[in-house]
Nanobody, 114 residues
Framework: QVQLQELGPGLVKPSQTLSLTCTVS?????????WSWIRQPPGKGLEWMAA???????AYSPSLKSRTSISRDTSKNQFTLQLSSVTPEDTAVYYC???????WGQGTQVTVSS
């Protein structure tokens, strides 16, 4: 069974770049599936942000595309999200997930505050 684990900084200052890493176990990120980042701001619904496929192709939410970059390290079986120019509105729980399998990490809380 594929398991995902997010790692994030916890607290980021406004205007900085947020970097999140998802470590995958029990399966390879190069074998199959779309590997996604999804977030949930406090009191709001889930927001899909970006995905990278097993072949390395990428897709982004139009509303976040200008600030978002997704990449992967196949040697570590990890994929990473970077979100630039963060504001307090980017405060959320961030999840990595394989939506097709319904497999999600536990989520990592990120707060943007000075």
């Amino acid at each position: 069974q594929v398991q995902l684990q997010e790692l994030g900084p916890g607290l980021v200052k406004p205007s900085q770049t947020l970097s999140l890493t998802c470590t995958v176990s029990g399966g390879s990120i190069t074998t199959d599936y779309y590997w996604s980042w999804i977030r949930q701001p406090p009191g709001k619904g889930l927001e899909w942000m970006a995905a990278i496929t097993y072949s390395g192709s990428t897709a982004y939410s139009p509303s976040l595309k200008s600030r978002t970059s997704i990449s992967r390290d196949t040697s570590k079986n990890q994929f990473t999200l970077q979100l630039s120019s963060v504001t307090p509105e980017d405060t959320a729980v961030y999840y990595c997930a394989i939506e097709a399998l319904g497999s999600w990490g536990q989520g990592t809380q990120v707060t943007v505050s000075s």
